[in-house]
């Protein structure tokens, strides 16, 4: 297990009415760190504002400061060469943005992202799992290419505006790097069968969580009311022989579970995605905004790009987009113009105003994977 630590420390959370610790796994060993801060009623009391700010410093404060100064990660690097670790949350927890805590408009690097770099796993066994299969050979890439979708219309929801500007900004990346695009028709079966060709899988549009069964949860194509591309549908994809590279979905909740009995089984999109053999995945924790949806893209990509497409990549080209994007919402924070943060309108439809115009939707975006 402890070589599992090698490219990073892995750090599983628990919580209960006893005591709550972090048990962290690292080469050198296995300890234990109890939070004393963290317990079942301060998560009560932040459960249902996961987007404030008062959110991100009580996570800091309670759980992921005293887990960094603990793995001896007590400020940014002076380097740039951010550590990496892996969270692996339980029960309630998993439903709180760690990678993400902080007192960011102190401007005095006590934030996860100054310090980290942050990947999510359902379990150490999903861990164990994914670089077992990492060292396999992988199919032939030959004839591999970047399966896009972009669900600008969808039936009974709202046009997406950027969906369509989010998937030409992630082809002419991904051309720029000589991996051809493949756009099937946006049904169950197209898309299930281009899966089994790709190297990339990328899903602009909406997403469906449900309320009480995390395998009806669901990537909404055109036909999404007769033939729902679900939790379970994927599940049943096996992509492990292939090994597919990234699978990008865009789209509101696709890393979220709304059932709280629920919870310990992590039954969501994007680890259905990683089970059924994507390497790496990046989701998101609830509602995105649609036009930052194309830069937190695009940022991604581009970094894939100029740094190489290999596993250590996906994770540190989606913190620098989310440090980019934090940092111009920090900016404008303190300067208090609105006009300066562009975004403002996520996926499910639902617009910002005033204050709210500002809030850092930067957050919600995650990563999975090796």
């Not at 760690?98 to 796993?121: I, K, P, W």
């Not at 609830?286 to 596993?311: H, I, N, P, Q």
């Amino acid at each position: 297990m402890l070589e599992t630590a090698l490219p990073g420390p892995i750090v599983v959370l628990n919580v209960s009415s006893y005591r709550s610790d972090a048990l962290f796994i690292e080469q050198s060993g296995i300890r234990l760190l109890e939070l004393p801060h963290l317990c079942q009623d301060s998560i009560n009391d932040h459960i249902r504002e996961l987007e404030t700010l008062d959110t991100l410093g009580w996570l800091w404060d309670a759980i992921v400061c005293p887990v960094l100064n603990a793995l001896g990660f007590t400020g940014p690097p002076s380097d740039r060469q951010w550590p990496h670790l892996w969270w692996v949350p339980t029960g309630i927890l998993t439903r709180f943005p760690l990678h993400a805590a902080g007192h960011h408009l102190r401007r005095t690097g006590e934030t996860a992202l100054d310090r980290v770099v942050s990947s999510y796993a359902s379990s150490v066994k999903a861990i164990i799992q994914s670089r077992r299969r990492q060292h396999r050979p992988p199919a032939a890439e030959e004839s591999r290419n970047a399966v896009v979708i972009a669900m600008q219309n969808t039936p009974e929801h709202k046009s997406l505006k950027h969906a369509g500007d989010e998937v030409d900004a992630v082809v002419a990346v991904c051309k720029s790097m000589g991996l051809p695009d493949h756009r099937p028709r946006p049904y169950m079966a197209d898309v299930s069968s281009a899966l089994e060709a790709c190297r990339i899988f990328h899903f602009a549009g909406h997403g469906s969580t449900h309320p009480t069964e995390p395998l009806q949860s669901q990537l909404l194509l055109e036909d999404w009311k007769r033939e729902p591309f679900t939790v379970a549908s994927l599940l049943e994809t096996n992509l492990t022989s292939q090994r597919p590279f990234l699978a990008y979905l865009s789209a509101c909740g696709t890393g979220q579970i709304l059932d709280e009995g629920s919870v310990d089984e992590s039954i969501h999109l994007a680890n259905a995605c990683q089970l059924s053999g994507f390497r790496h995945v990046i989701g998101t924790l609830w509602g995105v905004d649609d036009g930052l949806c194309v830069d937190m893209a695009r940022m991604t990509y581009e970094f894939l790009r100029d740094k190489g497409m290999s596993d250590e990549y996906v994770s540190r080209g989606l913190h620098r987009a989310t440090r980019m994007a934090r940092d111009q919402w920090v900016d404008s924070e303190h300067a208090g113009r609105e006009e300066s943060w562009p975004w403002g309108a996520d996926r499910d439809g639902k617009l910002s105003q005033g204050s709210e115009a500002r809030r850092p939707l930067w957050v919600p975006y995650v990563h999975f994977g090796v």
